[in-house]
């Protein structure tokens, strides 16, 4: 539920996702890596992710 919380304070709040909350989507998926979203998740991103390079 934390999670949950965190991560809806950060779309209500977050210029990121103007275009999600204007199609009223929920912006799923979405990493937050040193406080900055990223919204397209690409196989490169998630290779740095799980190499611990982020």
Do not use: C, Q, W, Y
């Amino acid at each position: 539920m934390k999670n949950l919380k965190e991560f809806l304070k950060i779309r209500d709040n977050s210029d990121d996702f103007n275009i999600v909350r204007r199609v009223h989507a929920v912006g799923i998926p979405m990493i937050l890596i040193d406080g900055k979203v990223h919204l397209n998740i690409t196989d490169e991103l998630i290779e740095e992710i799980a190499k611990g390079h982020l």
